[in-house]
């Protein structure tokens, strides 16, 4: 091969080279609405089989003869949206979960912190936070009524009380994986202790820190509308529970839906804060 022939070879592939990554970035616009679009399917198609089987009045192992088909549940979502007491009811919730979980997730971030960095908070901390995570919050509803003064006091503790030990345990472990050279490095550079933890060690277990505050949001949603439906006397789980007693199914399938709704915006807004935080990680894994 000749030098000219190895020099128009040079430019060929140096011109064709970024061809690849252009032709996927065109296929993937081109992809984008079909990706917004594949979530609802499977939510379509649960709808679908839900109307079938309740239209046939189904008996087979389960019993769907009796359970409110899609059109009652809409008639029913429409005529509480249409009432401005059922706003009240999911913003007693939305108040008791937030709260709770803000809670929760300051504390144990930095108790987690605690145990994760230091000796001696892990000797004095660990057995209390081990004997105390397997009880289940739903439990303390008694003891929640006889301390707090309030069923709203009450709710909160409890709600907090089963955010508090994912996000806790979610922290002890990123604090212990993250890399020693990271610290040492930092340290070699001449940061103090608190420089450490604020630019190194935070950020660096930011991603776990956001899983656990994921599971704990998703715990919490769990035990407050329990908690409602034991001792509450407003919020989403006190009314789908007075549905029940009314035996309005309809409207205990409406306060399902409601629930699963407002979990997935709380979990949709933790994981787009945690995405902002995490900016600096690759986009596969934030």
Not at 25 to 52: E, I, S
Not at 56 to 70: E, I, N, S, Y
């Amino acid at each position: 091969m000749t030098t000219t022939d190895a020099r128009v070879r040079a430019a060929t592939d140096t011109t064709t080279e970024p061809a690849a990554p252009a032709r996927e970035r065109a296929v993937g616009q081109r992809l984008r609405p079909a990706r917004h679009l594949l979530p609802v399917l499977p939510v379509l198609g649960a709808v679908l089989a839900w109307h079938v089987v309740t239209e046939m009045d189904l008996v087979a192992w389960l019993r769907f003869d009796k359970l409110p088909g899609p059109l009652d549940v809409a008639a029913s979502l429409r005529l509480q949206l249409e009432s401005g007491v059922f706003y009240e009811h999911m913003v007693a919730s939305l108040r008791r979960i937030l709260s709770g979980f803000a809670i929760a997730a300051v504390l144990g971030v930095a108790a987690g912190m605690a145990i994760g960095r230091s000796r001696i908070a892990a000797a004095l901390l660990r057995p209390l936070l081990e004997v105390a995570r397997p009880i289940p919050a739903i439990a303390l509803v008694p003891i929640a009524i006889l301390l707090f003064p309030t069923s709203e006091q009450g709710i909160v503790f409890i709600t907090c009380f089963a955010a508090f030990f994912p996000v806790t345990v979610s922290t002890i472990h990123a604090m212990k994986a993250l890399p020693q050279v990271w610290t040492d490095a930092a340290r070699t550079l001449g940061a103090n202790r608190w420089q450490v933890l604020f630019h190194v060690v935070l950020p660096g277990a930011m991603p776990a820190i956001f899983s656990g505050l994921s599971v704990g949001m998703g715990v919490a949603w769990i035990c407050v509308i329990s908690a409602e439906m034991i001792s509450g006397q407003f919020g989403v789980g006190y009314w789908t529970w007075m549905s029940y007693s009314l035996l309005d199914y309809a409207g205990v399938v409406t306060g399902m839906l409601t629930i699963g709704a407002l979990g997935y915006g709380t979990a949709w807004v933790i994981e787009r804060v945690g995405r902002r935080v995490n900016h600096w990680l690759p986009g596969e894994a934030r």
